[in-house]
């Protein structure tokens, strides 16, 4: 699916030139190659200043219709942002020398920062994107210390000086600030009218050290991104780290000691180009008869089979840290699904997959996701590329449990267990400890909003580690959240009372010991299977009666009276009366049968959703 829009893109979008005959890749040592990528906060302008590195330098023409090339996923298009990183090699000439520069496009959404780190283990420089005029956002932090940390050149590329707006000014003393990055260093440019971005050309070249990757050495590549081609099976992308390796040759995965022969390989200009073999230093495809994603692991090393190597460090898998099970509309539709679900996460290894069944919903599956907007776009993918219709259960974190029950560590094989399903949650009598995953949030916003922000964070049981002015106007602010806290709608609440400004994201904090309790919803006296949920004791009945509200809001009148309740074991925390009016509409959305109710599907993640009062 996703090679077929490329390749229509490539029909429509390449620049007439012959690249074959303009480029011998054998002829481009190490030291005239630049591996890089651009990060920067969500809606800076990442895509559209690959797009325009990839005008200038001839990987596409300039027409209105090649705008975000590097965002091909229809979610991509249709959201405005990035979740799966693109890759593309671009030729400059710089001092009468031709350089090979490889950009590797990365998301900016806080859920897909693993595809950050993954993108910046291929390079060796970044371009950190910096808007003219909202200035550095949390994921502009977070993403600099991604790169910090990894030792990577870091040009601070200040974007959209062309606004009326633009403070460049301002940007430059917070990048001097909080980076201590000398100001003379920033890159003012317009992303759009192309302002300056010849400079970011240069700067790439003169600033950013070439791979240290030397041709006389075995063959030896990172994978850092793979992808799934119903023809051909895995197209991983490599960076190529020593050596040469060409079609026809025997490598082997070092994760799994698995022998494949090389069938295909070339550059990414950003769609495939063929070159039969690739060098020390390069950035590639490469296609070698792997038939899943999970025979091509990210951070895998590959090498020739007759010169083994040691295998480079690869990095931390991705950890999901929401889940949520998913289950067919019509249990006849299960085949289907299976089959849908199969196919993205074919594409998509960071979701993980377990068969799961319910009495009330049948046979499903619980997934594991990044986050919640990594769930959204999986469910808005199944729909949209698979027509499939499917009911997702409320989205959970993975809580732990420490067991006190002999006969349950037997049968757990440890005394600690994590909770995914919260269905499957044990009872406080087998269990010493409960404990929950923490996470560490940084938010940057105008010091007009401190006020509120600071009692929507005590809300949602956060405890602040620091706050900073990293300028006369801005303060960042630090802290300590229960994950369980942010992950559904803290940041639209954010958002929406710091009208706009507040940006905020988050890192993985360990756990610890919460007070926890399961807490049910019913319909006329049934457990809606969708809706239980696991709570923090002291937020029970308030989230309890919060639920309630909202699930009465979202179900349409019924001619019959129906009880809306929430409950703690046989404990009824609050109960809802609603007087019911009209014959439910025959609606046009799908809806589920609980008891003798009908639920809009969509009311699910509605109920989840809290408004701040
Ligand atoms: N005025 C102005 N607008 C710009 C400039 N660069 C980008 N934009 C606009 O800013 C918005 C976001 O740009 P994108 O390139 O999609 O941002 P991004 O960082 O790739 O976003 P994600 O992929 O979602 O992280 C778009 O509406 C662009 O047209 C610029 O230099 N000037």
Redesign the pocket.
């Known amino acids: 699916m996703k090679c077929c829009r490329a390749a229509l893109l490539y029909k429509s979008c390449f620049f007439p030139f012959s690249f074959k005959d303009a480029v011998d890749l054998s002829k481009f040592p190490a030291d005239r190659i630049r591996n890089f990528c ?1 990060i ?12 325009r590195l990839l005008e200038m330098t001839g990987a596409i023409a300039k027409t209105e219709k090649n ?2 090339v ?2 091909k996923l229809q979610v ?1 298009r249709e ?4 979740v799966k990183a693109q890759t593309a090699s671009l030729f400059y000439n710089h001092e009468g020398q031709q350089y090979l520069l490889n950009l590797i ?5 806080v859920d897909f920062s693993y595809e950050v780190s993954r993108s910046i283990s291929a390079c060796q420089g970044v371009l950190l ?1 910096v ?2 005029n909202q200035g550095i956002q949390a ?1 502009t932090v977070a993403n600099f210390y991604l790169a910090f940390e990894a030792q990577l050149a870091i040009i601070p590329v200040i ?5 009326k707006n633009a403070d460049p000014e301002r940007v430059e003393s917070q990048i001097e600030k909080v980076f201590d990055i000398p100001r003379e260093e920033c890159i003012r ?5 192309g ?1 300056n971005v010849e400079n970011v050309l240069q700067a790439v070249v003169d600033r950013i050290p070439p791979p240290e990757a030397s041709i006389d050495d075995p063959f030896k590549a990172l994978v850092f991104d793979s992808n799934f081609d119903h023809y051909r099976g895995v197209v991983a992308n490599i960076a190529v780290f020593g050596g040469r390796v060409k079609k026809g040759d025997r490598i082997v995965s070092a994760y799994l000691g698995k022998t494949y022969e090389v069938n295909e390989l070339g550059l990414l200009r950003p769609d495939e180009h063929s070159t039969g073999k690739l060098f020390a230093g390069q950035v590639g495809y490469i296609v070698a008869g792997m038939k899943d994603v999970k025979e091509a692991q990210i951070g895998d090393t590959l090498y020739l089979q007759e010169q083994p190597v040691e295998a480079l460090p690869g990095f931390k898998p991705a950890k999901a840290m929401v889940f949520a099970g998913m289950y067919p509309m019509d249990q006849s539709e299960y085949q289907g699904l299976r089959s849908a679900i199969e196919k993205l996460t074919l594409n998509d290894s960071s979701v993980t997959v377990q068969r799961d069944s319910s009495l009330a919903l049948g046979a499903g599956w619980r997934l594991g996701f990044l986050g919640l907007l990594h769930m959204e776009v999986f469910n808005q993918r199944l729909e949209q590329e698979y027509n499939a219709s499917v009911i997702v259960t409320a989205p959970t974190v993975p809580y732990k449990a420490v067991l006190s029950s002999a006969k349950l560590i037997k049968e757990h094989g440890s005394k600690e267990i994590t909770i995914v399903n919260p269905a499957q949650f044990p009872d406080r009598t087998v269990v010493s400890e409960y404990l929950e995953p923490m996470v560490l949030g940084t938010i940057l916003a105008p010091d007009s909003y401190t006020g509120k922000i600071m009692s929507l964070c005590l809300n949602r049981r956060a405890v602040q580690k620091n706050m900073l002015y990293i300028d006369d106007q801005r303060v960042m602010m630090k802290y300590l959240f229960p994950l369980n806290e942010v992950v559904v709608d803290f940041y639209d609440l954010l958002k929406s009372l710091s009208s706009g400004y507040a940006s905020f994201d988050y890192e993985n904090a360990g756990y610890q010991a919460a007070d926890l309790i399961k807490m049910d919803i019913l319909l006329n006296g049934r457990p809606v299977e969708e809706l239980i949920t696991i709570v923090h004791r002291d937020r029970a009945y308030s989230s309890g009666k919060a639920m309630c509200e909202r699930l009465k809001d979202s179900i349409p009148r019924q001619m019959f009276e129906i009880a809306v309740q929430a409950a703690i074991g046989m404990n009824y925390i609050y109960i809802y009366i609603m007087k019911l009016l009209k014959k439910q509409a025959e609606g046009k959305k799908k809806m589920r049968l609980i008891g003798s109710v009908e639920v809009p599907k969509d009311a699910f993640i509605n109920v989840l959703k809290r408004k701040q009062k």
């Open positions: 651009i920067a906060h969500i809606d800076h302008g990442k895509s559209t200043l690959a797009d705008k975000q590097l965002d991509e959201r405005g942002i990035t496009d990365t998301p900016g959404h994107i808007d003219a994921q974007n959209k000086i062309d606004l440019i317009s992303a759009k009218l302002t």
